[in-house]
């Protein structure tokens, strides 16, 4: 696919199934995360993928590390259980944030936010649906620590990758002038 309909075409796709992503789909899709702008090279971002059996471990973490695991409601421990089975893989976008006298913060979680919409652009451009997904789990430090994160490191996002379920849906139309203001024009 063309890059400019990737760019301008691409939709979040909630509704996934199998087949599961072939090993040759994952490396594209990391090669294009990795490709992501970072000032000064601090290669701020890594990412866990979660596959098959491995989901449904990822489900129990959701439902034992919830504040109110015990007095939940079957409905919502059933939801919890099940939000990884969503999507045949589910990659954790991680953002190891390093103290650096010229990268902030905010700067290296933008780079990891870059890597996801890079992903989420490959996924597209391969004919696979995708969707960035946060949620109480992904702030949860209980989530972070069976994850394996350190002190520093943030999740990003849960990021739902598959086949499309269905048609998905177009993209909004976008009045670019409602964002877009030449300011060069600011003393007409
Ligand atoms: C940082 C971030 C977190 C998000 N978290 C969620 C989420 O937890 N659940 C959800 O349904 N959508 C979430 N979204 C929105 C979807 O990823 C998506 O952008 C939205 O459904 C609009 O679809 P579009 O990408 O096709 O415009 C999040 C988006 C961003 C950027």
Not at 40 to 63: H, K, M, N, Q
Not at 130 to 144: E, K
Not at 157 to 162: D, E, L, N, R
Request: proline content about 6%; glycine content about 6%.
């Amino acid at each position: 696919m063309d890059a400019i309909q990737v760019l301008t075409g691409r939709v979040s796709v909630a509704q996934l199934t199998g087949p599961d992503i072939s090993p040759e789909e994952e490396q594209l899709l990391f090669k294009a995360a990795l490709r992501a702008p970072d000032h000064a090279w601090l290669r701020p971002s890594r990412y866990l993928t979660v596959r098959g059996a491995a989901r449904e471990e990822l489900g129990r973490i959701f439902l034992e590390s919830a504040p109110d695991s015990a007095s939940l409601s079957d409905d919502k421990k059933e939801k919890l259980l099940n939000m990884p089975m969503r999507a045949p893989l589910i990659v954790v976008a991680i953002c190891s944030v390093q103290e650096h006298p010229k990268v902030p913060r905010d700067e290296q979680l933008l780079s990891t936010g870059a890597g996801v919409q890079n992903l989420l652009n490959a996924a597209w451009a391969l004919g696979l649906g995708a969707i960035w997904r946060t949620g109480d789990v992904s702030t949860n430090p209980l989530v972070a620590k069976a994850l394996g994160l350190a002190e520093n490191e943030v999740i990003v996002g849960f990021v739902y990758v598959g086949r499309i379920s269905g048609e998905a849906r177009q993209p909004p139309e976008m009045v670019i002038s409602d964002f877009v203001t030449d300011w060069t024009a600011k003393s007409l």
